[in-house]
């Protein structure tokens, strides 16, 4: 089962010398950042997930599945209807009870009635808890309605449309259901959204600060929301929030360096930036041995 009352990371994904996905080395970094306070969401946007082929999305969900974690959110990152379902009935199959976290395709020009479509069609396919991906940077401009969520959960029931990540902040501040998961895409908003009796946060920047995630997370002191704020905002200043990650922690491990195309590295100049701020705030990146 998925608790989704937490500090979720967007855990990145690693991958091999051919770009292949090291399915050990994303495991290991998964459980590492789940040890340290916040639990990994695999398989979305920060994971490339649109990008990994669904072989290698295979082997991945059966292997993370040997490993216990604190919680788990497994991601579908699939334009296709068919991918989608094949994705969530394989992760069935091999014993995956919890929720699954899917976006709407990311071509096109989409719709309510469009995305309401490809997701009522999931669940006619196959009975699944889904964590509705509201992203519309990278969801081909489509952000969700209010009326839509509820709609879905109408048709469908809470127990089967079970939550929300806002990354679009559309619908976290105002979009009240009973035992409805409300989960924002930063960290920034992780208090007030706590406040409004949302669940919690899955961030790409939380598996960079894990622990001060899950201190903010549970004692909520002002202190630590303030730090935890300005590792987030420098982060989002570099304009790419993946490749500044990937560089973040390539810094103790090269291989976090790799990304499949057509993503690309932080340009030198936003990296000596990004480590300028960082040492402002005081929080100073762990450095590989030389």
Not at 110 to 128: M, W
Not at 177 to 182: A, E, H
Not at 250 to 274: F, V, W
Request: charged share 20%.
């Amino acid at each position: 089962m998925t608790n989704l009352n937490t500090a979720f990371s967007a855990s990145v994904s690693m991958l091999n010398a051919d770009l292949s996905l090291d399915v050990g080395a994303t495991i290991q970094h998964a459980l590492k950042v789940d040890n340290l306070g916040v639990s990994p969401a695999v398989l979305g946007s920060t994971s490339q997930g649109q990008l990994i082929s669904i072989p290698d999305k295979k082997k991945l969900i059966k292997e993370i599945l040997k490993h216990k974690f604190n919680s788990l959110l497994i991601g579908t990152a699939c334009n296709s209807l068919g991918n989608t379902v094949n994705l969530i009935r394989y992760s069935l199959d091999q014993g995956y009870d919890g929720a699954f976290l899917v976006m709407n395709p990311a071509y096109y020009h989409p719709e309510d009635l469009g995305v309401y479509n490809f997701f009522s069609n999931i669940q006619k396919a196959v009975r699944c808890k889904i964590v509705l991906y509201n992203f519309s940077k990278l969801g081909a401009g489509y952000a969700f309605s209010q009326d839509i969520v509820k709609n879905l959960i109408s048709e469908f029931g809470v127990e089967v449309f079970v939550g929300m990540k806002d990354s679009s902040n559309t619908c976290w501040q105002n979009l009240k259901i009973d035992k409805f998961s409300m989960l924002v895409g930063s960290e920034i908003n992780l208090l007030k959204n706590l406040e409004l009796g949302g669940s919690g946060v899955i961030s790409a920047t939380t598996q960079c600060c894990p622990g001060l995630v899950r201190k903010v997370f549970e004692k909520k002191y002002q202190k630590d929301f303030i730090k935890m704020f300005a590792i987030r905002k420098a982060f989002d200043e570099t304009g790419d929030l993946v490749a500044a990650v990937h560089y973040f922690l390539s810094l103790s491990d090269s291989r976090y360096e790799r990304m499949l195309p057509p993503l690309t590295p932080l340009s030198k100049e936003k990296q000596k930036n990004l480590l300028n701020k960082l040492k402002k705030i005081g929080f100073y990146p762990e450095r590989k041995a030389a």
